[in-house]
């Protein structure tokens, strides 16, 4: 009980955290617009290009969401099933492996993922969605290994003494007791995915590092200046998404 | 539920990575010929040394799955690294009997099954070298496994594989990318540790101030590599039209000034988070006895706080050094130089074996770091601290 009480909490401060990125998510999505970053551009001296129309900007915007939640759906639903599985009785052998393993794809960074998947698939969103796997993969592992081992073992054995198969151990007692940090974890992933996902228009995925990499490229800043700005406001929004909706379910639990 | 015995490694792991080089090998190319270097090539399948590969790893999966005697884990081990130098040496004479009596510009590259069968040995010699010594074994593996391949390479066994025909090609530019990466990750880890020590003391000591700056390293941390450097890329050449002055300290907007900015800005939050916990971790009893002592805040800090917070601190600092090798790549894009250039000038060409040469050396760099700060705090290397 006092431990749902700290979650919900935890919850509701949550809440009270998503107004800063939401704000500066909407400012920087504000700068992002063709005209209002043309004329900061001018003002600050540098020689403006061919800006990005809003429109593209807003179909780059939708593209790079869907491959981040994509790329999120993959390392969140991976790296959740392998911490359960490595805190299973079944599972603990694999434990140090999995770590190993983990560390090892972390010592790969996204943008060297992609530049050696490019050549196996291609051109567009594969190297992508392997990247943003392989780099959220050992976050949510850890996170959610970390979680269910602060489980006490009473309460497990007390489930086990109340009859619950271990399926039911786990859904009913383990997990919702670890909630909050596993959240928490998957939180962090998600706004890495969101920020990760730009990378991939090096290998040609249409994201909102399109226009950042064709800026440097052409040497033209408005447009990098657009997509640099459109980028980090995703980023900023995702997390103030994930910060309110956490609240909203924390007021629901409390009801 | 958390077992009170050591971990072992998985019974079934070693038998699972036999079959996955024994598949690879069998029904995956082994190396593809191509007319030229930018071309995919056509595959060609493993011959006799392949084969026994395979068979060496099976018979080193064999005996690892049988009962733990520490002989037979040591075995396993020359087995394993047996299996690695067959897969090696096989790969180089098969490309050199390929290459053989074609035109100049035709290139053997190892093909898929070759690069899993790698994989897989690799793994097999590290579970062998994990049973066999069950503390360092991880790194003796990655040991070995480097030793034998650099052997190899030395005694031109692999001169005719296309990677070690593109090094050969490219020697000179990628020691100097290689030496620029060091570089561009030293400068920013340096440049990181200069601000997160300041910031670190204000965390300690709260107030307003400790958390306006917390908030920003946590802002930091949501943008996107990308768009930060190229912000800093449009910031600078901003700043340097207004102060042309700056320009003559070494400023630039283009090249390595962004990229260590950049890639400082990102280390900002586990330095300072390391550097933090690492002093106020110590013992509240053990701060007091110094403190009676009679010893002063600076001597208290320097003579009690960091020595006694080392462990996770340099824990800290490990985090934050991997980061920086793999952060430093992005400096590619902006101009700095270093492997991200030789990556990315691979990935406009398509050229397989150039972005190999450039992400290759990342990977070992960010493992080496790793491995030998690991060392360092005593812990194991399968990633206790992190």
Redesign the interface.
Known sequence: MIRDGMIRDGMTRAGRGAL??LL?GLALAVLSLPEVAGFV?RI???QAGTPVPAGRLAWLARQHLVLALAGFALAGGAGLALGILA?R?AG??????L??L???A????P??IV??A???LGFGAPPILLALAAYGLMPVM?GTVGAL?TVP?DV?RAATALGLTPAQTLLRVELPLAAGPILEALRVVL?LA??????G???GAQT??TP??V??QNQN?LA??Q???A??AL??LA?AAWLAAAAGVGRLLRR | ???SVP?????W?PTALAALAVASLAGLPFLTLAPNRLVPGSPVGCGLSGAAAGMLAVAAAWLLAGPGRPGRAGIALAVSLAAWGALLLGAGRAAADLVAGQPPAARAALG?GAWLAGLALAGLV?ESA?AALPRRG?FVAVLLLVGLSTLAGLADFLDALSLAVEYRARAASIGTAFVQHLGLAGASLALALVVAGPLALLHLRGGPASRLAD?LLN?I????????F??L??GL??LL??VPALRSVGLAAIGPTPAVIGTAAYLGLPLVRGLAAGLAGVDPDVLAAARAMGLTPRQVLLRVRLPLGAPVLIGALRVAA?QSI??A??GG??GAGGL?AV??E??AQ?A?DL??L??LP??GL??AV?AGLALLTGAR???ET?
């Open positions: 800063a990125p500066l551009v600050l001296g540098l805190t009785a603990a052998s694999l434990r140090a492996t770590d190993t983990a560390a090892a972390q010592a790969a960074p943008v060297v530049a050696l490019l050549p196996v850890r081992a073992d497990r706004v969101v920020a990760t996902a730009a990378i228009a090096l290998a909102l590092g950042i990499v800026g440097l800043t990098l200046v997509g640099a700005a980028a980090a980023a900023f997390d | 539920m958390t077992p971990v072992r490694p998985a019974a792991l898929s590290a994990r991880g908030g802002g941390q949501v943008v996107p590599a990308l768009a930060l190229a912000a890329v449009a050449s901003a039209a207004l991997v793999g952060l790549t992005l894009l902006v991200g990556v990315f691979g990935m398509f397989q972005i190999l450039g992400a990342v990977i960010a493992l790793d290397i399968a990633g992190a």
